[in-house]
């Protein structure tokens, strides 16, 4: 005979707990800025074993995505890293052009870092498009995606700001320079005559150490968030 499964009072709580917690999060909204978000996600993620932050951030991406704008998708890497971070509930675009369309409307793109595309290089005209967050974000490799959104990423306490050229000097030239006015450069990727490097640290665009940085057209394109 078939035998009920016994109670587990004790899970049942922790797990009615647990949807609870999320309606209550879902009904709170999101926080006003990105790096006010990063801030106290920062704090919540203090203290947790790898396996507790793994499933923490999937709940917490998950509430993200159901309270802030609409997400998009271009590439396949972005595609993998937005499914495991936010759900499927990204929308995916077929051309780069379409996810900053999308940007550029109130919603945010994470976009594949891709040596056959250099869509970063369309920020340096548009600086009211900002890179946010750099999927992964974990800051032990180099990203390979960048999460674009209409809106200034403001400092958290760690983090790396993406900065492009279109200079034609060899990638130790440029880190040399830069090195020689203050800032820790590491070669990201080239596409399409353009270079993409991260800094080390939030460094804004009108950084002073920046003037007269290699390059007839450059700029820092945004700063995300470590973890």
Same mark, same amino acid.
């Given at each position: 005979?078939?035998? /009920?499964?016994?109670?587990?009072?004790?899970?049942?709580?922790?797990?009615?707990?647990?949807? =609870?917690?999320?309606?209550?999060?879902?009904?709170?909204? =999101? +926080?006003? &800025?990105?790096?006010?978000? /990063? %801030?106290?996600?920062?704090?919540?993620?203090?203290?947790?074993?790898?396996?507790?932050?793994?499933?923490?951030?999937?709940?917490?991406?998950?509430?993200?995505?159901?309270?802030?704008? +609409?997400? %998009?998708?271009?590439?396949?890497?972005?595609?993998?890293? !937005?499914?495991?971070?936010?759900?499927?509930?990204?929308?995916?675009?077929?051309?780069? @052009?379409?996810?900053?369309? !999308?940007?550029? @409307?109130?919603?945010?793109?994470?976009?594949?870092?891709? $040596? #056959?595309? $250099?869509?970063?290089?369309?920020?340096?005209? @548009?600086?009211?498009?900002?890179?946010?967050?750099?999927?992964?974000?974990?800051?032990?490799?180099?990203?390979?995606?960048?999460?674009? =959104?209409? &809106?200034?990423?403001?400092? &958290?306490?760690?983090?790396?700001?993406?900065?492009? &050229?279109?200079? /034609?000097?060899?990638?130790?030239?440029?880190?040399?320079?830069?090195?020689?006015?203050?800032?820790?450069?590491?070669?990201?990727? @080239?596409?399409?005559?353009?270079?993409?490097?991260?800094?080390?640290?939030?460094? =804004?665009?009108?950084?002073?150490?920046?003037?007269?940085?290699?390059?007839?057209? #450059?700029?820092?394109?945004?700063? /995300?968030? %470590?973890?």
């Amino acid at each position: 005979m078939l035998k /009920a499964p016994p109670e587990d009072a004790a899970r049942l709580a922790l797990d009615r707990a647990l949807t =609870q917690a999320v309606r209550a999060r879902l009904a709170a909204g =999101q +926080r006003p &800025t990105v790096d006010a978000d /990063a %801030i106290a996600l920062r704090e919540a993620l203090k203290g947790l074993k790898p396996a507790e932050i793994a499933a923490a951030r999937s709940v917490l991406g998950r509430l993200d995505a159901a309270t802030g704008p +609409r997400l %998009i998708v271009w590439g396949p890497a972005s595609q993998v890293l !937005a499914a495991d971070r936010y759900g499927l509930s990204a929308r995916m675009a077929a051309k780069p @052009e379409a996810a900053l369309k !999308a940007v550029r @409307e109130g919603g945010r793109a994470l976009m594949d870092l891709t $040596p #056959s595309n $250099p869509w970063f290089g369309r920020l340096l005209a @548009e600086p009211d498009l900002r890179v946010v967050a750099a999927l992964p974000d974990h800051g032990s490799g180099l990203p390979r995606a960048l999460l674009v =959104q209409k &809106t200034q990423p403001g400092p &958290t306490g760690d983090d790396r700001t993406f900065w492009a &050229t279109d200079s /034609a000097l060899p990638d130790s030239r440029i880190v040399d320079a830069l090195s020689d006015a203050g800032l820790a450069a590491t070669p990201l990727m @080239e596409a399409g005559g353009l270079k993409l490097f991260v800094l080390a640290g939030y460094v =804004q665009a009108e950084d002073g150490r920046l003037n007269g940085a290699p390059g007839k057209l #450059s700029g820092v394109i945004g700063a /995300a968030p %470590i973890f």
